[in-house]
């Protein structure tokens, strides 16, 4: 029933579009935001963010001694933080060293010189205009029967137009610096523009299209500059387990999973696997498509709250040492989720929804998901603690609590002095709890109700309630012979007036809305006394507290004892001056906390029945909201079913899915909803056991699937037969390839039992529906490199140049192809096949494997997509080229260089 009502609906909407139909000159301008929030303002003022400035000889930093300074340091963070944010791009980690060193020299060559732009006069960059032809009206045609042309502004409409006219349009040429290597990042570069401007303005559009190339190939990742520091700080190697817990979009495990699938000499595949996993199976298939581009088998993509990852240390592969220690992982990431204060230049509605309560309604959450990593980190490995908040609610009150619940289990590290050239501030040691004493919700009724609309409207009523007092008092007196007169009457003398109707409540909230539109504080405060700091946050509907004592009992819930700083006593054992605080005016980022620990011993049991205690705190919550959520959306089908219902008998309700039932019930068609029926009944039944979806989980190939394709393909006796695997669901439409350490630790200790799996593996073998084909299966190019040196049939050692040839679209002749190999694919049956380059068969890390088709006739066919043509023509120009491979050839390299020319304008013309 909601897509009926969502049909309804969108109709509705439709109809009343057309009826308007309004023009881009009727529609209304996009409200800009406003770059302000008082409240957020007077809270970090009040708790001292402004206090630290940077000393001029070095870059530790030091005391503000006056007030100059602090306004000075205040100004450089609104300023930074209202900038937009500069783009960033790291190269991947995993590539090879020639190609490295290609898209080096690539950067350098694009953004490595100042670049001039066109401005306008606020700074921001012009993008070039577009010119569109207006059809004529035959009504307005002119004399001439000239036609009108119209410029038109990709990026900010006719604004942006150089036009000397009119100086609020003038633009000026202005030089960009050119991009700066991040120090403390391997082959990362921050540059002087943002993203929008990158894919905006003329200038830049070669350099554009080269970072969409590279990125889609999977040799460049955008990442922003502060969402490195925490793989880096991690410091993982390549035999280890990763635990990404909070992982999606998936900018960090990329760069996590770069580095564990470097596959170590004499491997055949990574030893180590990084698990990806979010508590949003939605945003986890994202993450899917942001990994896929690595190309890596080495992941586990997970859906599950990390507060409730389970350890898996119970498996038949477990050893007695493994039983003996806690934790399974060598590193884990805790990136959880937060108030987010700190992407404000990339999220311009942090200003308007920043609220105190954001930053303590997650504090428990953040709590929990911190203290499961740290139980899931093996004795001697490393958690990292990230948040891209500034508030130390959500910070240092988790790292101390995390510190105090773990009984000396855990000690944080200082990585600060191995970030050659990162500037950052310590942790601090002390803060102050301030909140409102309301929730969100009830602010913003309390917001809604006393805007401008509502008070005229109840001004209105008021109004209308006089009139109707006073014609009824005066129908009285008529009836009385004037017994009882206007002037007697009680309820003339309390009229109601609009200002009386409002409550002195109400009265003090206009009051105060009025001084925040007044006061933003652009001007130089009157002081900053901390005593004048602190008024100046409680006039913005904010109260602090200096105890847990000071709490009200309705807010205990919300504002807990854990986000008070620690005591004395524990500010010398914690050492919280070892986390990492970013703020945007010091590096030109955003805002962003990192805090490594050390496991050096098992949790304690209080530590584990601590975490426990929360997240079932946290479960109850998640499961009250979502009973109401559900009993909401029963009521609504319910009555949207009692409305729907046909008297007659014939048919049946529209909910229930069911076709319409004939008189011979013997004979009724099943209907495509009942099947439908049947699979989400599945899916319930799966649910109902597990709790989840398991018809998506891997499970053992057919005895009867591989030995076709052993056979066909001239697998040798190292194919690890054990490694492909399918879905449970489908009828092993897609064959995976799992590497040894994800089986062994993951799927054959019973992980798909307890958690919902999204992905894992790389696509190793699809099926196809041909009868000419001796095999059903053909390999995937996303996985050939793996399976390709263990062939012994349909497999071809070409050229340089053979090799150029098969990268191209469509329909390929062999004749294309050098004679000795064009001969031998000739012979090739209908089917896939595959040619590696010469020199680089046995070298897996390169992966300069194609998957061919043989076609009937005299072509074949790449079975390449375009994003990876075009990181195999990348590749193709890093390699050193050896002309001693194509014996023979030696007239044939003018061919060569017009395929090579072909090829790099075919894939300039892909964008």
């Known amino acids: 029933m909601g897509k009926r009502k969502n049909k309804k609906l969108w109709n509705r909407k439709r109809k009343l579009n057309d009826d308007r139909k309004e023009t881009n000159e009727d529609r209304k301008p996009y409200k800009q935001v406003v770059s302000s929030n008082p409240k957020m303002e007077s809270y970090y003022a009040y708790q001292g963010l402004h206090s630290m400035q940077r000393a001029s000889d070095s870059d530790t930093f030091v005391p503000c001694t006056n007030e100059a300074e602090m306004e000075a340091e205040r100004l450089k963070f609104l300023n930074a933080l209202r900038a937009p944010l500069p783009a960033s791009f790291r190269i991947g980690q995993n590539i090879d060293p020639d190609l490295r060193d290609r898209l080096r020299k690539d950067v350098e060559e694009f953004v490595g010189t100042e670049i001039e732009i066109e401005v306008d006069k606020d700074g921001n960059a012009v993008s070039k205009p577009k010119v569109k032809k207006v059809e004529e009206d035959a009504n307005e045609e002119s004399g001439d029967g000239e036609v009108e042309v119209k410029m038109d502004n990709a990026a900010g409409g006719e604004d942006n137009v150089n036009t000397s006219n009119d100086p609020a349009k ?219 908040s500034m508030n130390p609610i959500e910070n240092e ?221 946290i479960e109850n919550k998640t499961n009250l909201l979502t009973s109401k959520k559900d009993k909401k959306e029963d009521a609504a089908v319910s009555e949207e079913n009692t409305e729907g219902e046909d008297l007659t008998s014939k048919k049946v309700k529209l909910n229930s899915g069911e076709a319409v039932v004939p008189t011979d019930t013997d004979s009724a068609p099943i209907s495509k909803s009942e099947v439908i029926d049947s699979a989400e009944s599945e899916v319930k039944q799966n649910k109902k056991k597990f709790g989840f979806d398991k018809s998506e989980s891997f499970v053992a190939v057919a005895d009867d699937v591989l030995p076709p394709l052993i056979d066909f393909y001239g697998f040798t006796d190292s194919f690890a037969k054990g490694q492909f695997m399918a879905r449970a669901s489908g009828k092993s439409k897609l064959l995976y390839f799992i590497t040894e350490s994800v089986k062994k630790n993951l799927i054959d200790r019973g992980v798909q039992d307890r958690i919902q799996v999204i992905n894992s593996g790389l696509r190793a073998f699809e099926r196809r529906n041909k009868d000419d084909c001796e095999v059903s299966y053909r390999p995937c190019q996303e996985s050939v490199h793996f399976v390709g040196p263990h062939m012994t049939k349909r497999k071809f050692i070409v050229s340089h140049k053979d090799f150029l040839t098969a990268l191209n679209r469509g329909a390929i002749k062999c004749d294309k192809f050098s004679e000795p190999l064009s001969t031998q694919i000739r012979e090739l049956t209908f089917g896939a096949f595959v040619i590696a380059l010469k020199g680089y068969e046995n070298n897996i890390a390169k992966k300069m494997y194609l998957v061919m088709w043989r076609c009937k006739g005299d072509n074949v066919n790449c079975l390449v997509a375009r994003p990876e043509m075009a990181g195999f023509e990348s590749k193709m120009k890093a390699i050193p080229r050896d002309d001693s491979m194509e ?25």
């Open 170 to 388: 003038m633009t000026t040429m202005k030089k960009l610096a050119p991009a700066k290597r991040i120090p403390y990042v391997p082959d990362g570069y921050q540059l002087s523009v943002d993203r929008r401007t990158i894919r905006k303005n003329p200038a830049l559009q070669k350099f554009h299209e080269w970072l969409k190339v590279q990125s889609d190939a999977g040799f460049i990742t955008r990442q922003e500059t502060v969402s490195m520091i925490p793989p880096v700080v991690l410091s993982p190697e390549s035999h280890h387990a990763v635990l990404d817990t909070c992982a999606a979009p998936g900018s960090k495990t990329s760069q996590l999973l770069e580095i564990i699938s470097a596959i170590a000499p004499g491997e055949l595949e990574p030893t180590g696997y990084v698990v990806a996993n979010d508590c949003d199976a939605k945003r986890a298939y994202m993450l899917v498509h942001q990994l896929r581009r690595l190309n890596s088998p080495a992941v586990f993509v997970t859906a599950k709250d990390a507060q409730f990852w389970p350890m898996l240390l119970r498996g038949n592969n477990t050893t007695d040492e493994e039983r003996a220690q806690e934790g399974m992982f060598d590193r884990v990431l805790c990136d959880v989720p937060c108030s987010g204060d700190g992407t404000a230049r990339k999220n311009p509605g942090v200003w308007k929804h920043w609220t105190a309560s954001s930053g303590h309604s997650l504090h428990p959450l953040q709590i929990s998901i911190a203290l499961n990593g740290a139980r899931l980190t093996k004795v001697g490995g490393y958690m990292c603690y990230s948040t891209c």
């Open 397 to 617: 009150a988790v790292v101390s609590e995390i510190l105090r619940s773990t009984d000396g289990s855990l000690e944080l590290v200082d990585k600060k002095l191995d970030l050659h050239g990162m500037v950052a501030r310590k942790g601090w040691t002390s803060w102050k709890v301030m909140g409102e004493l309301h929730s969100r919700r009830q602010m913003k009724n309390k917001a809604k109700k006393n805007n401008p609309k509502m008070r005229k409207q109840r001004q209105q009523w008021a109004e209308k309630q006089t009139e109707e007092s006073e014609d009824n008092k005066m129908d009285v007196d008529k009836k009385l012979d004037g017994e009882v007169t206007n002037e007697d009457s009680p309820s003339s003398d309390n009229k109601n007036k609009p200002d009386e109707t409002k409550t002195s409540e109400e009265k003090n909230d206009e009051n105060s809305s009025y001084k925040v539109e007044a006061d933003d504080w652009e001007q130089v405060p009157p002081s900053w006394d901390e005593k004048f700091l602190k008024e100046r946050a409680i006039s913005r509907g904010l109260t602090e507290f200096k105890s847990y004592d000071e709490v009200p009992v309705g807010n205990r819930h919300h504002i807990r004892e854990t986000c008070f700083p620690p005591t004395q006593e524990e500010i010398e054992i914690f050492n919280l001056q070892r986390c990492i605080r970013c703020l945007p005016q010091d590096l030109n980022t955003g805002g962003f906390f990192v805090a490594l620990f050390k496991k050096t011993s098992p949790l304690s049991a209080r530590a584990r029945k601590k975490a426990e205690k929360i997240a079932a705190e």
């Open 887 to 911: 014996v023979g050839e030696v007239a044939g390299q003018s061919d060569e260089a017009a395929t090579t020319a072909n090829i790099s304008s075919r894939f300039c013309s892909i964008q």
